[in-house]
């Protein structure tokens, strides 16, 4: 099994920056990719970027360039570095993983962008 814990979330002006943090147990966390997925209230939850084992990544449109993913397997951790956040980036932020055909999701970690 694996159990994913994120962090970081808060309240930020537009144009500010995050980083949050997504720690994982329970599994060999340097062989499975890794993902983030946001939530907005009444929106369908969507992916925002994700980072292969071999740390190959891929972003929505909508935060190329200004969101980075990274991971630091030493750590167990992967990071979703947000840059230049605007208020369409309000949502709850969730990190997700598949392994051994299951699917794990944490908790989330509410992100608010606001003036």
């Known amino acids: 099994q694996v159990q994913l814990v994120e962090s970081g979330g808060g309240l930020v002006q537009p144009g500010g920056s995050l980083r949050l943090s997504c720690a994982a147990s329970?599994?060999?966390?340097?062989?499975?990719?890794m993902a983030w997925y946001r939530q907005a209230p009444e929106k369908q939850r969507e992916l925002v970027a994700v980072?292969?084992?071999?740390?190959?990544?891929n972003y929505a449109d909508s935060v190329k360039g200004r969101f980075t993913i990274s991971r630091d397997n030493a750590k167990n951790t992967v990071y979703l570095q947000m840059n230049s956040l605007k208020p369409e980036d309000t949502a709850v932020y969730y990190c997700?993983?598949?392994?051994?055909?299951?699917?794990?999701w944490g908790q989330g970690t509410q992100v608010t962008v606001s003036s």
């Open positions: 997700k993983t598949d392994y051994a055909g299951k699917t794990y």
């Open positions: 980072i292969a084992s071999g740390r190959s990544t």
């Open positions: 329970g599994t060999l966390f340097s062989r499975i990719a």
